[in-house]
């Protein structure tokens, strides 16, 4: 599956890069380049991210490229090959979800070990973690990973540890895949895709257009110089307002100039109002610099990539 010429996967190196609906020609780049120190591995997840389904490949300089994919309890499978042109023509394949993209390899079952017995939560405990899941779920900008230790560590008080790694997982994954299903019938454009598309018209002009970005205010305002690069202005939204709208409200954006002027801050706001506009937003805003720009009404349904 391809979308605007990139797969629909998201790709994590060993270096810690992550790499999101690239070409199959740069997915070919990531391949060959493997092996050397730091850098021996790929890991790839299909968007949306699916709960145990990947593939991966690991090499080192000198000798084979190890491939292995795995598609829930049933299948985890590895071969090894000598050629990264084939390794990334069956990774392509597999991004692309081509019937018989694995054949003409000779793959070979992984095991997986004894699986682990993970414990039922305590159904006060249970609800409410599973409440603050499903509210950074609706959000949308969360992964699996970072759900899971959302997840495990929102109960703790001191050294009493209510949800253990496995359990988090567990009730994450559970979610995530009532989540996957409900988005399956969202038809056509959605309200944080237009959000996207106008953040990325304001970066082209030269705009830092940053979504979910920081904490709150307080650290987006700090921290969004280092973000700057040779841009005029700036425009984000921070973590709780993203909760806001998650929650069916407006959402705030912050924004200004980089001199620091309210002439070139209005100037951006502006900016902002006007690029909202051209991708169908509706914004609440009476052109004083120093009032955060509203974008109302609002259908919040952020489709997960994780």
Same mark, same amino acid.
């Given at each position: 599956?391809?979308?605007?010429?990139?797969?629909?996967?998201?790709? !994590?190196?060993?270096?810690?890069?992550?790499?999101?609906?690239?070409?199959?020609? @740069?997915?070919?780049?990531?391949?060959?380049?493997?092996?050397?120190?730091?850098?021996?591995?790929?890991?790839?997840?299909?968007?949306?991210?699916?709960?145990?389904?990947?593939?991966? %490949?690991?090499?080192?300089?000198?000798?084979?490229?190890?491939?292995?994919?795995?598609?829930?309890?049933? %299948?985890?499978?590895?071969?090894?090959?000598?050629?990264?042109?084939?390794?990334?023509?069956?990774?392509?394949?597999?991004?692309?979800?081509?019937?018989?993209?694995?054949?003409? =390899?000779?793959?070979?079952?992984?095991?997986?070990?004894?699986?682990?017995?993970?414990?039922?939560?305590?159904?006060?405990?249970?609800?409410?973690? !599973?409440?603050?899941?499903?509210?950074?779920?609706?959000?949308?900008?969360?992964?699996?990973?970072?759900?899971?230790?959302?997840? !495990?560590?929102?109960? %703790?008080?001191?050294?009493?540890?209510?949800?253990?790694?496995?359990?988090? =997982?567990?009730?994450?994954?559970?979610?995530?895949?009532?989540?996957?299903?409900?988005?399956?019938?969202?038809?056509?454009?959605?309200?944080?895709?237009?959000?996207?598309?106008?953040?990325?018209?304001?970066?082209?002009?030269?705009?830092?257009?940053?979504?979910?970005?920081?904490?709150?205010?307080?650290?987006?305002?700090?921290?969004?110089?280092?973000?700057?690069?040779?841009?005029?202005?700036?425009?984000?939204?921070?973590?709780?307002?993203?909760?806001?709208?998650?929650?069916?409200?407006?959402?705030?954006?912050?924004?200004?100039?980089?001199?620091?002027?309210?002439?070139?801050?209005?100037?951006?706001?502006?900016? %902002?109002?006007?690029?909202?506009?051209?991708?169908?937003?509706?914004?609440?805003?009476?052109?004083?610099?120093?009032? =955060?720009?509203?974008?109302?009404?609002?259908?919040? @349904?952020? @489709?997960?990539?994780?």
């Amino acid at each position: 599956m391809e979308i605007d010429g990139g797969l629909a996967i998201k790709a !994590e190196t060993e270096n810690g890069h992550t790499h999101t609906r690239i070409t199959a020609a @740069r997915l070919r780049e990531l391949v060959e380049r493997i092996g050397g120190a730091g850098d021996r591995f790929l890991v790839l997840q299909r968007i949306p991210d699916i709960p145990d389904v990947f593939a991966q %490949v690991w090499h080192e300089e000198g000798g084979d490229y190890r491939l292995e994919h795995r598609i829930g309890d049933d %299948v985890f499978s590895g071969t090894n090959l000598a050629d990264p042109a084939r390794v990334a023509a069956l990774l392509t394949g597999w991004a692309r979800q081509e019937p018989g993209w694995d054949a003409g =390899a000779a793959w070979e079952p992984v095991g997986l070990g004894p699986e682990q017995q993970v414990p039922e939560l305590p159904d006060d405990v249970r609800e409410q973690v !599973e409440e603050r899941v499903r509210l950074r779920l609706r959000c949308g900008y969360d992964s699996r990973r970072t759900l899971t230790e959302i997840a !495990e560590e929102y109960l %703790v008080d001191g050294d009493v540890r209510p949800v253990s790694r496995a359990q988090a =997982a567990r009730l994450v994954d559970r979610l995530w895949l009532i989540r996957l299903t409900e988005q399956e019938s969202w038809q056509g454009v959605t309200d944080p895709e237009r959000l996207t598309r106008a953040f990325g018209t304001l970066e082209a002009s030269g705009i830092t257009a940053r979504e979910n970005f920081a904490c709150c205010r307080g650290c987006g305002m700090a921290e969004i110089g280092a973000e700057r690069a040779d841009a005029r202005g700036f425009v984000f939204f921070h973590d709780q307002s993203t909760e806001h709208a998650a929650d069916g409200h407006g959402l705030a954006l912050y924004y200004g100039g980089f001199d620091g002027s309210e002439g070139t801050t209005a100037a951006v706001g502006h900016e %902002v109002v006007a690029a909202l506009g051209a991708a169908g937003l509706s914004t609440q805003w009476d052109g004083d610099p120093g009032r =955060a720009i509203t974008v109302t009404p609002l259908d919040w @349904r952020r @489709r997960l990539v994780g």
